[in-house]
């Protein structure tokens, strides 16, 4: 039977298998012993969030291929103004350097707005030292876009053409699957599809839909979660 976990990544590891220099999603997962893993799609080393895990290859192609369109929501945090006509511009489409068609149009709200002095000591470490030298009162945008393309660095690509910088992502869902609020990051748990007969090859594992942690969805199964690496 396949396996599939929510990963609520933290800051400062990358979505790989195994990496020289940085803690990887997969090294959370290292007690399962189970080879077969592997992340659905990536978040970059300073994302965090949702992050799914499955060890099931055709699941893992229906929620990452282009041709799919599944829409990402994630909450952002930004180094700059957002105003309505820069939201207008982005939600219809830009050009990211190296690209010669616009993005797809996305749905972008804007949530609230402080300065830098407000928000500076609550950020990572390695954050606070890219941005300290901006001015006290530089304005902080935030907000929450969804997307429903997976271009490398999109989100931060995006807002640089519009002269804002990201400075805290999070992804929130993944189509229908919602982040579990109770999970802290570098917790994760497993969830399960609600008709839990073996996926053969050429059938349709379903949508995100299917996927659900629901105490119901649960009942009788286990539900496992681990603390973050010390």
Not at 60 to 76: C, D, I
Not at 138 to 149: A, C, F, L, Q, W
Not at 178 to 184: H, M, S, Y
């Amino acid at each position: 039977m396949p396996h599939y976990y929510m990963f609520h990544k933290p800051f400062g590891c990358v979505t790989a298998r195994r990496d020289d220099r940085y803690p990887t999603v997969m090294d959370y997962f290292k007690e399962l012993h189970n080879d077969r893993l592997s992340p659905v799609g990536r978040l970059d080393r300073e994302t965090t969030g949702l992050l799914l895990i499955t060890d099931d290859g055709i699941f893992n192609q229906k929620l990452t291929h282009p041709s799919y369109h599944k829409e990402k929501t994630y909450e952002f945090t930004l180094l700059g103004d957002l105003t309505p006509e820069l939201v207008h511009k982005l939600e219809t489409g830009v050009i990211l350097k190296g690209a010669d068609t616009l993005t797809a149009p996305a749905k972008i709200t804007v949530t609230g707005h402080a300065v830098m002095s407000d928000i500076l000591s609550t950020l990572p470490e390695e954050i606070q030292k890219d941005i300290h030298k901006n001015r006290p009162d530089h304005p902080i945008t935030y907000g929450i876009i969804t997307i429903s393309e997976g271009k490398k660095r999109q989100i931060r690509r995006m807002m640089k053409s519009v002269h804002c910088c990201v400075i805290e992502l999070k992804r929130i869902s993944i189509g229908d699957i919602v982040l579990d609020k109770a999970l802290c990051p570098g917790e994760w748990k497993e969830i399960y599809p609600h008709n839990p007969v073996p996926y053969v090859s050429g059938s349709d594992p379903g949508s995100p839909a299917d996927i659900c942690g629901c105490p119901s969805c649960r009942k009788g199964l286990p539900t496992y979660q681990i603390r973050p690496l010390s």
